[in-house]
């Protein structure tokens, strides 16, 4: 069966730090993987997505970057962190738009 | 214009009513559409996928209106443990899903 891991679960940075998420995917090849951040009471917003090692397509221009070094592998960088990076990041993976997405259990990252 | 559009509720019900809500999409090519659920500080877990015919999941009952494109779930007979937030998710296109931004549901003892 497939499996999501996203770490660290928690993770409290100061203002100008770097930042580093992983996640990867077990039990499946080729999957289309998505980063998701979402602001405390608000909904899911689309930063990054990728269908290939190597592609990733942005959605929102920020201070964050993604990148894809193996097919079931993605991950989520700054160079320095804003107050405004605070929320919970999530990654997901599917095979297709048409079959919904898996979550991963997610990263509540607090910038001070 | 958002692409999904959600009431946010709270809807609070007390235990053993039924409640419902709707979405409503802009994507008049949309093929895929789910519920999700996402409890406090979780990710957000597949609930069900909805079908054109509808569909009924125990207690749990999905319709697609194309026409009029709105997506509706309805709860029978709530338990507590139903108490969470609700996402209507809508597909895109091949790659990308469009999500609402929930409804609240409280149910009370």
């Known amino acids: 069966s497939q499996t999501i891991h996203q770490w660290p679960a928690t993770l409290v940075q100061p203002v100008g730090s770097p930042l580093s998420l992983e996640c990867t995917v077990e039990g499946t090849s080729n999957p289309n993987l998505y980063w998701y951040r979402q602001a405390a009471g608000r909904g899911l917003q689309l930063l990054f997505y990728s269908v290939g090692i190597g592609q990733i397509s942005s959605e929102v221009p920020q201070n964050l970057s993604a990148s894809r070094p193996q097919d079931r592998q993605f991950i989520l960088s700054s160079k320095k962190l804003l107050l405004s990076d605070s929320g919970f990041y999530l990654c997901?993976?599917?095979?297709?738009?048409?079959?919904?997405?898996?979550f991963g259990s997610g990263t509540r990252l607090t910038v001070v | 214009r958002k692409e999904v559009e959600q009431d946010p509720g709270p809807f609070n019900v007390p235990e053993g009513a039924t409640v419902a809500f709707n979405c409503t999409y802009s994507?008049?090519?949309?093929?895929?559409f789910f519920w999700y659920r996402q409890d406090c500080r979780k990710e957000p877990k597949l609930l069900m996928s909805v079908y054109s015919s509808g569909n009924e999941d125990g207690r749990f009952t999905a319709q697609l209106n194309r026409a009029s494109q709105y997506i509706s779930l309805l709860i029978r007979d709530s338990k507590l443990s139903d108490s969470a937030t609700y996402l209507c998710?809508?597909?895109?296109?091949?790659?990308?899903?469009?999500f609402g931004a929930g409804t609240t549901v409280t149910v009370r003892a």
């Open positions: 994507n008049s090519a949309s093929q895929s």
């Open positions: 997901a993976w599917s095979v297709g738009g048409v079959y919904g997405y898996t």
């Open positions: 998710v809508v597909n895109d296109n091949d790659y990308k899903l469009s």
